[in-house]
C-alpha cells in the first residue's frame, strides 16, 4: 500500500507539474496556479486536493475554491432552470397576476438564482415588458374615465347656455365622443386586458355607459329645442334655459314654478336620532378624508350614502349639504388614491437610494520614481499653465454601519409595505427600491457576516478559559503559603476575562454559562471552605468582644490584643466586602458601646459647672461681644477681665496646696507599671491632691540664637552676640561659662541622685481643670480677639502711613499722625523731627536712606537697587561701633521725608514702615 500511495504522489505530482516535489509553500501554491489555468477535469481535482490537504494546506485552498466554485456554478444552474420554468409558466398564463411576477422576482433572488444571467434575464426582461404593458393599460382606464368625467361636464355646461350656443358646440362633440369611444373600445381589445385588475373593467364600462347616456339626451334635447323653433307648436325641450329662451321667441310668459310643498311634521326624537346618526357617518368620512385613507374612505362613504338613503328626509338642508360635500370629496379621494401612494413610494425610493454617498476615493501614494529625470518632467508637466487639474474619483459609500444599516431596511419595507395597503402597486417604484434596498443589504450582510466571525471566535474564546481554570483548579487545590488574598485575586481575573471575552448570542450563551459556572465554583471551593472557616473564626471574636464590653472594668490590653487578632484574620483571609463589614459592625458595636458608656460616666461627672466655669463663660462671652463690635479698648478690657476669671481659681488652689515638699518617688517597677495601667483614672481626687503638693516650677531659661546672618529674613547679629558675655574668645575655654568643664552643670545632678529630687519631673500648679465647654470657650474667645486686634492694628498702621505719605506729598507737618495712631515704636521725638523735615525745603536724595530702612526692616528692595543695599552692608560691617539702621530708622524717615516726594520713594518708605511699627 505504500509503495502503491507513492506511486500515486508520484504520477499527481507529474499531472500537476512538480506541485508535490516543490520545496516551498510558495512555489506549490504557484504551481498548483499554473494547473488550474490548464483546466483539469473535476476528478483530477479531487484527487490532487485529497493527497495535497494533508501536505500545505496554503496551495490546497487554491483547489478548495476552484471546486466550491465549480459546485456553486453547478447548483445555480440547477436554480436558474427551475425558476426559467416557473416564469415562462406565468408568461405563458392568460391572465397575469402582477403580484405573482413580483413574487417570483423576489423569490429568485433570495434562492440564489443568477437573474443577470441566461436564461433568467430573458425571461426577466419578458415578465417585466408584461407587467409595464397591464401598468400602461391600467394608466390608460384612469385616463380614459377621467376624459369621460370631461366630456360630460361640457354637456351639463351646454344646458346652462343658449341652444344655439350647444347647436355650435354639437359639432365638435360629435367628433370627440366617438373618438373616445374608439379608444375605450382599444382597451378592451388590448392583448393584457385581462390580466387588467378587476377593479378597472367596471369603471371604464361605467364611464362608457354614462357618457352614451348624457351624449344620447343631449342630442334629443337639441333636436327638440331646434324643432321648437321652427315650429310655433312643437312642444319645448326638457332643458329649462332652452325652455325659457325659446318662450320668450314665441312671446310668452316664463313659466311659473310651483312653490315647494311644506315638509311635513316629523317627531323631534325620530329627527333627533336621524341627526345623530347621519352626524356620526359624517364625521368618520371626514375624519378619513383628512388622514388619505383611501380604502376606509370609500367605506365610510358607502355608510354615510346609506344613512342618507334612510335618514335623508328627516334631516336639514345644511347637514344634507356637507353630507355630499364629505361625499364628492371622498370621491375624489378615491380617485386620487393611486397619486397620493405613488407620492409616498417616490419619498421611500429616494430614502432608499440615499443610504450610499458619493464621496471621493481615498488617495494612495504613489510610488517614488525610478529616476531623477523622470521626477523632474512630471513636476514641469504639473507647473505648466496649460495642465488641468485631474479630479478625484469618486466612490460610493453606505451612510450608516450595519446595524444602523439594518434597522433602516426594516422600516423602509415596513413603510412600503404600509402603502401598498392603501393604494394600487407600482412595479417600476417597487423595482427601484428593491434594487436599492439590496445594493444597501449588502453592508447588512458583511457586518451579519463580521458579527458571526467575532461570536466564533468569542465562542471559542470562552471554551479556552473554561479549560484554563479547570486546569488551573487542578493544579491549585490549596493556596501556595496560605497566600488566600492571591488565590482571591486570580478567581476575580478569571471573571473579569469571562465578562470582557465577548459578546455572545442568547442562545450560544446559555450553553456556555453552566459550564462557566461549574468550572469556576470548583475553581473557588477551596477559597469558599477558607471563608467558610474564617467567618466561623470572626464570630468567636465577636462573642468575645461582647463579653469584654459587658465587663464592669473595660480592659484595654484585652481589646487592643483582640483587634489584632481581628485584623490577622482580615489580612489572611478575604472576604466580600459587604460581609466583611457587616461583620466588622458587629465587632466593634460592643467595644464602642462600652467607651461610649465609659465617655458617658465622665461627662456625668464633669456636666455640673463650678463657679469658675461659670465665671469663665460669661467673661468669654463678653470677649465675643466686643470682638464684634470691633472696638480694641473694649476687646483689651474684656480679654484682661477674661485672664483674672481664669486666675480666680488659683488663688484657693494655691492655699489649699500642703508646704511640705513632695515624697520621693520609691515606687518599684510593678508600681511604676500599675500607675501607667491605670492612667485612665488620673482624673481621680489623689492624683489632684498630689499635683497640688508639688512646688512651683522654676522660669525655663530663655533660648538665645547663636546665628548671624545679613539676609532678609534672618535673625540679627546683636542677638548672637548676647549669647557671648563679653564677646570674648576665652569664654569658651574649658572652665569657663561655655567650655567643656561646664557640661557636668548642664546635665543635672548625678546619676545616683536622678529620683531624689522632687521638682524634676513637677509641673507648675494650674489650679482645678476647667470644663470642656469653658475651655473651649475661653480658647475660642481668645484667638477672636486677638486676631481682631491684629486686624485693626493693620487698619490703624494702613491709614496712619497713608496720611504720612499725604503729608510728605504736600509738605504739610500738619497732616502727620498722632503719636497715638503712629504706636509706640514712634517716640515723641522722633515725630517731631518727622514734622521739622517736613517744614523745611525739599531737598537730597534718599536712596542710601531708604536702603538703610529697608535694612532696618528686613523688607525686599527693588531689583535695581541690590547691589546698592550689599554695599551698603559691607561699609556697615566696617562700622562697628556706629548705630545701626535698627537703631537709627526714625532720624533715617525724617531724613527721607526732607527729600522731594517720589512715588517709587514712597512706596518704599511706606513698605518699611509697615514692618518697623509692627515692632
Request: charged share 30%.
Amino acid at each position: 500500500m505504500s509503495s502503491l500511495k507513492t506511486h500515486d504522489t508520484q504520477a499527481l505530482d507529474a499531472l500537476t507539474g512538480g506541485a508535490f516535489s516543490a520545496p516551498t509553500s510558495g512555489e506549490r501554491a504557484a504551481r498548483v496556479r499554473e494547473w488550474l489555468n490548464t483546466e483539469p477535469s473535476t476528478e483530477q481535482m479531487q484527487e490532487v486536493f485529497r493527497e495535497l490537504s494533508g501536505r500545505d494546506k496554503g496551495a490546497a485552498r487554491l483547489l478548495r475554491e476552484r471546486l466550491d466554485e465549480i459546485k456553486r456554478a453547478k447548483g445555480q444552474e440547477a436554480i436558474a432552470a427551475e425558476w426559467s420554468e416557473r416564469a415562462r409558466n406565468l408568461l405563458s398564463q392568460p391572465r397575469l397576476n402582477i403580484a405573482d411576477a413580483l413574487a417570483w422576482q423576489r423569490d429568485a433572488a433570495k434562492a440564489g438564482a443568477p437573474l443577470s444571467r441566461e436564461p433568467l434575464a430573458g425571461v426577466k426582461s419578458q415578465l417585466a415588458e408584461r407587467v409595464k404593458g397591464i401598468e400602461d393599460l391600467q394608466n390608460r382606464v384612469q385616463i380614459q374615465r377621467e376624459a369621460a368625467v370631461l366630456l360630460a361636464q361640457r354637456i351639463e355646461v351646454l344646458s346652462t347656455k343658449s341652444w344655439k350656443d350647444a347647436q355650435l358646440a354639437a359639432e365638435a362633440l360629435r367628433a370627440d365622443v366617438p373618438q373616445w369611444q374608439a379608444q375605450a373600445q382599444a382597451l378592451l381589445d388590448d392583448a393584457n386586458w385581462a390580466s387588467v385588475d378587476a377593479r378597472f373593467p367596471p369603471l371604464l364600462e361605467a364611464s362608457r355607459s354614462q357618457l352614451q347616456v348624457v351624449w344620447d339626451a343631449f342630442q334629443s334635447a337639441l333636436a327638440q329645442a331646434t324643432a321648437a323653433a321652427e315650429d310655433t307648436n312643437a312642444p319645448l325641450p326638457p332643458v329649462p334655459v332652452w325652455a325659457d329662451e325659446l318662450r320668450q321667441a314665441r312671446g310668452l310668459p316664463a313659466e311659473n314654478v310651483p312653490p315647494k310643498p311644506p315638509k311635513p311634521k316629523v317627531d323631534p326624537e325620530l329627527k333627533a336620532r336621524a341627526h345623530q346618526a347621519v352626524s356620526e357617518a359624517l364625521a368618520r368620512v371626514e375624519q378619513e378624508v383628512a388622514q388619505g385613507h383611501g380604502k376606509a374612505s370609500a367605506g365610510a362613504a358607502n355608510a354615510l350614502r346609506n344613512a342618507l338613503k334612510e335618514h335623508g328626509k328627516l334631516v336639514d338642508d345644511k347637514l344634507e349639504a356637507q353630507a355630499h360635500a364629505a361625499l364628492g370629496a371622498a370621491g375624489e379621494l378615491e380617485g386620487w388614491q393611486r397619486w397620493r401612494a405613488d407620492q409616498l413610494r417616490q419619498e421611500l425610493v429616494a430614502k432608499a437610494e440615499a443610504l450610499f454617498e458619493t464621496a471621493p476615493a481615498p488617495v494612495t501614494p504613489e510610488p517614488a520614481a525610478a529616476d531623477t529625470e523622470a521626477a523632474a518632467t512630471e513636476q514641469a508637466e504639473a507647473e505648466s499653465p496649460a495642465a488641468t487639474p485631474v479630479p478625484a474619483p469618486m466612490v460610493r459609500k453606505p451612510r450608516f454601519g450595519g446595524r444602523k444599516m439594518q434597522e433602516t431596511l426594516r422600516s423602509l419595507r415596513e413603510q412600503w409595505k404600509q402603502v401598498d395597503q392603501g393604494g394600487p402597486p407600482n412595479h417600476a417604484l417597487w423595482k427601484r427600491f428593491d434594487e436599492a434596498c439590496n445594493e444597501a443589504y449588502k453592508v447588512v450582510q458583511e457586518w451579519l457576516d463580521k458579527v458571526k466571525a467575532e461570536a466564533a471566535e468569542h465562542r471559542a474564546g470562552r471554551l479556552a478559559l473554561i479549560e484554563e481554570v479547570k486546569a488551573w483548579a487542578a493544579a491549585h487545590p490549596q493556596a501556595d503559603n496560605g497566600d488566600w488574598k492571591g488565590f482571591n485575586r486570580a478567581i476575580h481575573q478569571f471573571s473579569e476575562r469571562w465578562r470582557e471575552a465577548g459578546h455572545l448570542s442568547e442562545k450560544a450563551f446559555a450553553e456556555l454559562q453552566p459550564q462557566w459556572k461549574e468550572a469556576i465554583s470548583h475553581a473557588a471551593a477551596p477559597l469558599e471552605g477558607a471563608q467558610k472557616e474564617s467567618v466561623e473564626r470572626r464570630n468567636a471574636m465577636i462573642e468575645e468582644a461582647r463579653v469584654l464590653g459587658e465587663a464592669p472594668m473595660l480592659r484595654i490590653d484585652a481589646v487592643k490584643a483582640l483587634q489584632q487578632r481581628w485584623q490577622a484574620e482580615a489580612q489572611t483571609v478575604p472576604l466580600d466586602r459587604k460581609q466583611e463589614q457587616k461583620l466588622w459592625d458587629a465587632f466593634r458595636k460592643p467595644i464602642d458601646e462600652a467607651f461610649n458608656r465609659k465617655t458617658a460616666e465622665r461627662e456625668k461627672a464633669t456636666a455640673a459647672l463650678s463657679a469658675r466655669d461659670r465665671a469663665v463663660l460669661e467673661a468669654s462671652k463678653a470677649v465675643e461681644e466686643a470682638t464684634a463690635s470691633g472696638d480694641a479698648q473694649k476687646i483689651r478690657a474684656t480679654m484682661q477681665a477674661l485672664e483674672q476669671a481664669l486666675r480666680a481659681g488659683d488663688a484657693p488652689a494655691a492655699a489649699a496646696a500642703p508646704a511640705a515638699p513632695a515624697q520621693p518617688a520609691e515606687g518599684s517597677g510593678e508600681e511604676a507599671a500599675t500607675a501607667q495601667a491605670g492612667g485612665e483614672s488620673a482624673e481621680s481626687p489623689e492624683g489632684g491632691e498630689a499635683a497640688a503638693a508639688a512646688p512651683p516650677k522654676p522660669a525655663p531659661k530663655p533660648v538665645i540664637a547663636m546665628r548671624g546672618d545679613d539676609r532678609p529674613g534672618a535673625r540679627r547679629p546683636e542677638v548672637a552676640t548676647a549669647a557671648r558675655p563679653g564677646g570674648r574668645f576665652d569664654a569658651r575655654r574649658p572652665g569657663g561659662p561655655g567650655g567643656r568643664d561646664a557640661r557636668d552643670d548642664r546635665r543635672g545632678p548625678p546619676r545616683g541622685d536622678r529620683f531624689e529630687r522632687g521638682d524634676r519631673f513637677e509641673r507648675e500648679d494650674r489650679g482645678p481643670r476647667l470644663g470642656d465647654a469653658a475651655f473651649r470657650a475661653q480658647r475660642e474667645a481668645q484667638e477672636h480677639a486677638q486676631a481682631a486686634l491684629r486686624k485693626l492694628a493693620a487698619q490703624a498702621h494702613g491709614e496712619a502711613l497713608t496720611q504720612l505719605m499725604t503729608a510728605w506729598e504736600q509738605r504739610s507737618g500738619e497732616q502727620v499722625p498722632s503719636h497715638q495712631e503712629l504706636g509706640k515704636a514712634v517716640s515723641p521725638q522722633v515725630r517731631q523731627a518727622w514734622i521739622q523735615a517736613l517744614g523745611k525745603g525739599a531737598s537730597g536724595d534718599p536712596s542710601e536712606t531708604l536702603l538703610r530702612l529697608e535694612i532696618a526692616a528686613d523688607v525686599p528692595t527693588p531689583g535695581e537697587q541690590i547691589t546698592a543695599r550689599r554695599m551698603l552692608q559691607l561699609q556697615l560691617l566696617t562700622k562697628r561701633h556706629e548705630a545701626g539702621p535698627q537703631e537709627t530708622w526714625g532720624a533715617d524717615v525724617a531724613k527721607v521725608l526732607a527729600t522731594p516726594y517720589e512715588a517709587g520713594a514712597a512706596r518704599r518708605l511706606q513698605n518699611a514702615l509697615k514692618a518697623l511699627l509692627r515692632r
